[in-house]
């Protein structure tokens, strides 16, 4: 991995992203009354906390909010949530992460509810590195990125690092 490191977003970037992409899934999902963001901790969570507040300053949709705790280098699921998946039943589920690289941590997340019945299942992302192994694709994301494999996203985001929010290509 190189040491070199090229800031991709900003803290305010990060925060017109948000807000763009919390307006995306309101215009695609106007005809529901509740709307379920899927956190994929740690840094998916937050994000997804980030949209649930944006969302509820816009709209007066309810939005619920899920954390789906996992090993995302396992070659198995194996995840937990907060709370029951049972509140999603016949509603659409928005995933959410911070990078979508191989696809693979948003594939658990889908795993978690192939027992709910659901209305709409739709994917955001801060960042889309377009290196996906698994037929996962972000359907709200911020930037999508062309990097080599070898390159490497990072994001810091206050609530979890205790660093101002940034994007980083390292």
Do not use: C
Request: charged residues 25%.
């Amino acid at each position: 991995m190189s040491s070199k490191k090229t800031l991709i977003l900003n803290k305010e970037q990060i925060k017109q992203k948000s807000i763009r992409i919390a307006y995306q899934i309101l215009e695609d999902n106007f005809e529901d009354e509740t709307l379920v963001l899927v956190g994929i901790a740690d840094r998916g969570y937050v994000f997804a906390q980030r949209l649930q507040a944006i969302l509820q300053g816009i709209s007066t949709k309810e939005i619920l909010l899920i954390k789906v705790t996992m090993k995302k280098t396992s070659r198995s699921l194996s995840a937990s949530t907060d709370i029951p998946v049972d509140i999603a039943k016949d509603k659409t589920i928005i995933l959410v992460d911070d990078v979508l690289n191989s696809g693979r941590a948003l594939a658990y997340g889908l795993g978690v509810f192939l027992n709910v019945p659901l209305k709409k299942m739709r994917t955001a992302v801060l960042i889309d590195r377009s290196h996906h192994k698994f037929p996962i694709f972000s359907d709200y994301y911020g930037t999508k990125l062309s990097t080599i494999l070898r390159e490497h996203v990072t994001v810091t985001l206050e609530e979890f690092d205790k660093e101002e929010d940034a994007a980083w290509l390292i």
